[in-house]
């Protein structure tokens, strides 16, 4: 274990002696955080396809139940986001049509609680405004659905008086079902919401925001690997080679080094941006931070193993850089898998970016035991298969 603390001793010294290396260690992240919060934090805010309106309401009824109405109407969430009622007269809400200040009227006629408690028809008058037809139709689909309501409503009550009608005397009958009109129109206008919204989104259940939060630090950590990479790629000379053998420092020795020194300086990148970058974690802090010390881990076991090669430093940026966008782009770190075709999406799953973000994902955000052990076993075969691979490469150097 001493051996190896002075090889990583020996590795950090060499990271603080080169200047560009330590400036784009210490930048990278807070590129990255800069990148994510004023970049693309405002393209995950929801805008709604259709800008909120108001409009004219015309009451010549002037009832308690017509006033009711409206405010049953407007019980629904997603319509209070969208629709403002303004209550003037009739000269005065023509005028707002005309001046393009208000999407729709609506005019409710004299008497229009007295007929509707006798089952009579007296429709109400919608006018919609042509500077603003989307709106207009909108509001308009919603009166109709509302109107239909009502109409089940009235419906439900006659089938009762058909029934009833016999044996009920008829003024008391009468009474009774003019006012269950009125009640069960009022009631059927405040189920709130009348079905179940569904969002679809190509990340699942997770937010945009959340999504992109855990691909951000996946391709953080990997792309800083690559600049890092540098410290632990040197080769010693054959002489020193032989000399570190002597001395027993082994092919694990030097593997376990530039895994400890990578793992050090990546972890460090992983707090510095999820600092600066912050986010709302609904999942468990203390799994979410065993997960990054895996991911961190990972990073680490790919590069000693890419280290491992001793490639010439042109021929080492083509071929990870090859390796990361292939991992990102089939891992859905740059566009959800869902965007993908089928066969992409099943290749995908196999990637260590797609496990690393499925880790995060469900231990930061919405925490999964089952899918997060899954992942989590997933990139422990492939930290175990990088350092395999990195100490028969070490072994070949040592012969």
């Known amino acids: 274990m001493n051996k190896v603390k002075a090889l990583v001793g020996l590795q950090v010294k060499s990271l603080i002696r080169q200047p560009i290396v330590l400036v784009v260690f210490l930048l990278l992240p807070v590129c990255f955080s800069l990148l994510f919060k004023y970049a693309l934090e405002p393209l995950f805010e929801f805008e709604p396809h259709v800008e909120p309106f108001e409009v004219a309401v015309v009451d010549l009824d002037q009832s308690f139940e017509t006033k009711a109405m409206i405010n049953q109407l407007s019980s ?36 229009f609680s007295a007929d509707l408690r006798i089952g009579q028809n007296t429709p109400i008058e919608v006018i919609g405004n042509p500077q603003r037809p989307l709106q207009a139709q909108l509001f308009l689909a919603v ?32 009474r009774e079902v003019q006012q269950a009109i009125i009640d069960f129109s009022l009631q059927s206008l405040a189920r709130k919401q ?10 699942g ?72 970058a912050g986010s709302d974690v609904t999942g468990k802090w203390l799994v979410l931070l065993g997960t990054l010390l895996v991911v961190a881990c990972a990073t680490s076991a790919f590069y000693t ?30 566009l959800p898998i869902s965007f993908y075709p089928d066969w992409v999406g099943n290749l995908g799953q196999y990637s260590p970016f797609y ?45």
């Open 305 to 334: 193993f890419i280290a491992s090669f001793s490639l010439r430093p042109f021929a080492e940026l083509v071929l990870v850089g090859t390796i990361i966008f292939i991992f990102a782009v089939i891992g859905g770190c740059v």
């Open 355 to 399: 496990a690393i973000r499925e880790a995060i994902l469900y231990s930061g955000f919405i925490y999964e035991s089952r899918k997060l052990v899954t992942s989590l076993l997933v990139i422990c075969v492939y930290i175990f298969m990088f350092l395999r691979g990195a100490v028969a490469n070490e072994a070949r150097k040592l012969r």
């Open 205 to 276: 259940t997770f937010l945009l925001e959340e999504y992109y939060f855990a691909a951000s630090i996946v391709l953080l950590t990997f792309i800083s690997g690559l600049f890092i990479v540098t410290i632990v790629r040197n080769d010693f000379s054959e002489p020193m080679l032989k000399r570190l053998k002597i001395y027993g420092f082994s092919k694990s020795v030097k593997v376990a080094a530039n895994f400890f020194t990578l793992l050090i300086i990546i972890t460090i990148q992983i707090s510095l941006f999820f600092a600066m």
């Open 76 to 111: 629904s969430s997603e319509f209070r986001q969208l629709v403002t009622f303004i209550y003037v007269d009739e000269e005065a809400a023509l005028t707002l049509v005309k001046e393009d200040q208000v999407a729709s009227m609506v005019i409710i006629p004299p008497n």
């Open 194 to 203: 009348i079905f179940a919204t569904t969002l679809l989104s190509g990340t």
């Open 143 to 174: 009166m109709e659905s509302a109107a239909n309501l009502i109409t089940a409503a009235q419906s439900a009550v006659n089938t009762v008086y058909v029934f009833l009608k016999p044996e009920v005397h008829p003024v008391i009958l009468n």
